[in-house]
């Protein structure tokens, strides 16, 4: 249940691992789909990137989504959890042979090409595999969004991306190539976007664009605006679901389709986001000068989100009903950015007790690292326990 933990069982289990709450998961799938269903020629991909634990794959697989892949790893990952590769897109902007050659062979729905030296080798690996490769460019369009410098990639300063003053001559080359078919262009601005006027801008650049492509008399056939809806970090019991609906309205509004045109979205963190926690023990309370330190046995090995982007994450006792005191809750690696929280409230704990933090599901156990040669974090799902 939303909010709720199995505490006795979670007893049991070595930590710090995750827990993925598979009834919210496929809660938020329905939601998803419901949203999708209202809009004809509307097709998700999940973004793999944002969890690619094997149990949470096969789940979203079995709800029918498509996967984006910013990898050849990615793209092993989708075909092992049964993600057809004609509903499989590979983004990224520094795709090694290897990695092309294994979309090539798979016969993948589409290559997002993002500058022209990246094209000349797909084109070049296809003549040799006598194969056609799909693809769209992926087009800069100088956006900006309302979220973390670090987390935005829609900007002319970001390295993504082919620049808008170049798209035409990017059309004219792709249409000279034998093994090369262009079936469209792609977008993507950033990540952890609440604001959906940053949704609609891109929205007015890319009817722009098109307006540029029909003068050119080329028929594009879809169109990819990446994903970036965010979730809310700080009500997760509260807000467990994203708001699907003002996202897909928001394209469905202001986008100016083609009658002939699919659009295509990456969705990651808004889908797996809020089902996944970091489940953690508390190994020592520590009094300081000034402050107390929950000290606990995950750290930054495990979700590096904090000490990287200063992320906020819900922390709570579901140990304890305690009175709430205040901690600075940290972890065991020797760096001081290894900190969860500073000054936050949790009901008072004592060694031993659970910490769970929340909205871990996405850029979480898929970041970890084994830095101090510490094991990396097990995953588990409702069904496990």
């Not at 990898?71 to 090694?96: D, Q, R, T, W």
């Not at 993507?188 to 959906?196: A, E, N, P, R, Y």
Request: charged fraction near 25%; glycine fraction near 8%; charge should be neutral.
């Amino acid at each position: 249940m939303k909010g709720q933990f199995p505490v006795q069982r979670f007893k049991a289990i070595e930590t710090p691992f995750y827990y993925y709450d598979t009834d919210l998961l496929r809660e938020t799938l329905r939601a998803v789909h419901q949203e999708v269903n209202r809009h004809p020629g509307f097709h998700v991909h999940y973004a793999i990137k944002a969890n690619a634990n094997p149990k949470v794959l096969n789940v979203i697989c079995q709800s029918g989504l498509g996967a984006d892949c910013v990898s050849g790893g990615e793209i092993k990952a989708a075909l092992s959890a049964g993600f057809p590769a004609s509903k499989i897109v590979y983004a990224g902007v520094g795709k090694s042979d290897w990695e092309i050659d294994l979309g090539l062979s798979k016969d993948i729905s589409c290559f997002n090409v993002e500058s022209l030296a990246e094209l000349e080798v797909i084109e070049e690996r296809a003549a040799i595999m006598g194969k056609t490769a799909n693809i769209a460019f992926r087009i800069n369009p100088d956006v900006g969004a309302h979220t973390h410098s670090n987390i935005t990639t829609g900007l002319a300063e970001n390295k993504f991306g082919i620049a808008m003053r170049d798209m035409e001559e990017a059309i004219e080359h792709a249409l000279r190539l034998p093994h090369i078919h262009l079936k469209g262009l792609h977008f993507h601005i950033g990540s952890q976007i609440l604001d959906m006027g940053d949704f609609a801008a891109l929205c007015n650049r890319i009817n722009d664009l098109q307006n540029r492509i029909d003068r050119m008399h080329y028929r594009i056939e879809s169109i990819n605006v990446g994903g970036g809806l965010g979730v809310d970090y700080v009500h997760p019991n509260r807000v467990s679901i994203p708001d699907f609906k003002s996202y897909f309205s928001t394209y469905a509004r202001n986008l100016k389709l083609r009658s002939h045109q699919t659009l295509h979205f990456e969705l990651g963190r808004a889908i797996v986001a809020q089902c996944g926690s970091l489940i953690t023990r508390t190994l020592y309370i520590k009094k300081g000068t000034a402050k107390q330190f929950l000290i606990v046995d995950a750290g930054m090995t495990d979700l590096i989100r904090p000490a990287l982007y200063q992320a906020y994450h819900k922390i709570e006792n579901i140990s304890s009903d305690e009175p709430r005191e205040t901690y600075d809750v940290v972890g065991p690696i020797c760096e001081s950015s290894d900190v969860f929280a500073k000054a936050v409230d949790v009901n008072q704990a004592r060694r031993g007790d659970l910490i769970a933090i929340r909205s871990a599901g996405a850029y979480g156990e898929i970041m970890a690292s084994q830095y101090n040669c510490r094991k990396l974090p097990k995953g588990y799902i409702t069904e496990d326990l």
